[in-house]
Structure formats: structure tokens, C-alpha cells
């Protein structure tokens, strides 16, 4: 039962990581945004700084 729950973790997750793939990399980046007067930020504040960071690094 253990090698089945092993072989399955692995079929799952390592596996694919094995697979030839363009080269193109996924990058998760984590900016919080906190408004220093204490109130809610404001969402087009943080959607605006989020497009500027695209553009300015040019991710697409």
C-alpha cells in the first residue's frame, strides 16, 4: 500500500517535472500593498502598481 501511495505521489508531481517543455518559466511575485494611513487599500491603487511592474520589466 505504500508503494502504491508513493508511485501515485509520484506519477502525479514528480513525473511531469521530467517532461521536455519550452523554455519558459512561471514566476508567482508577491507585492502587498498597504496603505500607510491605516485605511482599505484601493483596488485600482493595486491592479495600477501591478500593470506598471508588468510594463516595467516587460513580463507578459
Known amino acids: 500500500m505504500?508503494?502504491?501511495i508513493r508511485q501515485a505521489?509520484?506519477?502525479k508531481y514528480i513525473a511531469p517535472t521530467?517532461?521536455?517543455r519550452p523554455d519558459y518559466i512561471g514566476v508567482e511575485?508577491?507585492?502587498p500593498v498597504v496603505n500607510l494611513s491605516?485605511?482599505?487599500v484601493d483596488e485600482a491603487v493595486?491592479?495600477?502598481v501591478a500593470e506598471r511592474?508588468?510594463?516595467q520589466?516587460?513580463?507578459?
Open 53 to 55: 511592474f508588468i510594463r
Open 38 to 40: 491605516g485605511q482599505p
Open 9 to 11: 505521489i509520484y506519477d
Open 46 to 48: 493595486s491592479i495600477e
Open 29 to 31: 511575485i508577491e507585492m
Open 2 to 4: 505504500k508503494n502504491e
Open 57 to 60: 520589466f516587460n513580463f507578459i
Open 18 to 20: 521530467k517532461e521536455e
